[in-house]
């Protein structure tokens, strides 16, 4: 049963610490998405990439946040230096470009920014 | 932000009860996605339906679009406790790439047994 990994699943960090978070996408996926959640924002598209190259990442601060896909299994967010808002759920989605649209999703990464 | 709104934000049904969802958007559309989220989980696909197409069923999920109005519902029929979840709508824009998705602030669904 082919599923999005997520570490980790909880992260609890001192403003001003980096913090980075790891996405596997399901394995022949050649599209990731990086989602953050909070109460208020709901759910907010923050970059996605296309066979590895970033496609669009006009979602994400850019002074603070990075998106990376170091190789076709691994996708990295980080965020340096960390800040209270920071504080929400982090998702990452995969897909298959060129057949059918749906996404799935990882079991997401809680973040705490005290 | 969100693009569009979905409601109720919040519904509570007995067991055995249909449920149904609505969702509102505010620019053309490729097509419409609908997603469950259980409590601590990530988001489930449900069901895609395209901008041509006015109805589509999947076991016991019913949604329908209808671009005129900009609007799509979704149907829950005899809903079951395990059905108690949230809710979202996602769009992608017409004219837009693949897999750039706006979702909605989503419904809670309560099922009671």
């Known amino acids: 049963d082919a599923r999005v990994t997520q570490t980790p699943r909880h992260k609890v960090t001192e403003m001003g610490q980096e913090v980075t978070m790891r996405c596997q996408p399901i394995l022949g996926h050649n599209t990731v998405f990086w989602y953050r959640q909070t109460m208020m924002q709901g759910l907010e598209l923050l970059a996605y990439f296309r066979n590895r190259a970033p496609l669009d990442d006009s979602g994400m601060p850019k002074d603070r946040f990075s998106a990376e896909m170091p190789d076709a299994t691994l996708a990295t967010l980080k965020i340096q230096p960390s800040e209270p808002r920071d504080s929400a759920v982090y998702f990452c989605a995969s897909g298959k470009s060129g057949g059918e649209e749906t996404q799935y999703f990882g079991p997401g990464t809680r973040l705490l920014v005290l | 932000s969100q693009q569009g709104e979905e409601d109720p934000q919040a519904l509570s049904i007995q067991e055995g009860e249909n449920a149904t969802m609505n969702c509102s958007y505010k620019t053309s559309i490729n097509n419409l996605q609908w997603y469950r989220q259980n409590s601590g989980r990530g988001l489930v696909h449900l069901i895609l339906?395209?901008?041509?197409?006015r109805e589509k069923h999947s076991g016991r999920l019913r949604v329908t679009l209808d671009t005129s109005k900009k609007s799509s519902s979704l149907l829950i029929t005899a809903s079951r406790a395990a059905d108690t979840a949230s809710y979202f709508c996602a769009r992608r824009a017409g004219g837009t790439s693949y897999g750039k998705l706006t979702f909605g602030q989503g419904t809670i669904l309560t099922v009671h047994p």
């Open positions: 339906i395209r901008s041509n197409e």
